[in-house]
């Protein structure tokens, strides 16, 4: 059974940055797509970041030139660096891996940017 298992979620003041990891266990092959998601209070969730097993990325419009996504195909992990970061940054954030037809989901961990 796959599990996504993030870390690297907390409190920073705005500005600050935070690194978070989403590794994978279990059996898991040719994922060819990672992303991170995010989802405020009240707000839908939202597309941040994504990147191909090839390596090209796409970001939220909101989070370009800030966010950095990044994967380790051995390690079937993703990383998502968050730089510059905002109060409007703040939600709980979902790794998300896309697997032949089989799309998994993390279970989420919380982002807070203080003003």
């Known amino acids: 059974q796959v599990q996504l298992v993030e870390s690297g979620g907390g409190l920073v003041q705005a500005g600050g940055s935070l690194r978070l990891s989403c590794a994978a266990s279990?059996?898991?092959?040719?994922?060819?797509?990672m992303g991170w998601y995010r989802q405020a209070p009240g707000k839908q969730r939202e597309s941040v970041a994504a990147i191909t097993s090839g390596g090209s990325t796409n970001y939220a419009d909101s989070v370009k030139g800030r966010f950095t996504i990044s994967r380790d195909n051995a390690e079937n992990t993703a990383y998502l660096q968050m730089n510059s970061l905002k109060p409007e940054d703040t939600a709980v954030y979902y790794c998300n891996f896309e697997a032949g037809t089989y799309t998994y989901w993390g279970q989420g961990t919380q982002v807070t940017v203080s003003s």
């Open positions: 279990g059996s898991i092959w040719s994922i060819h797509a």
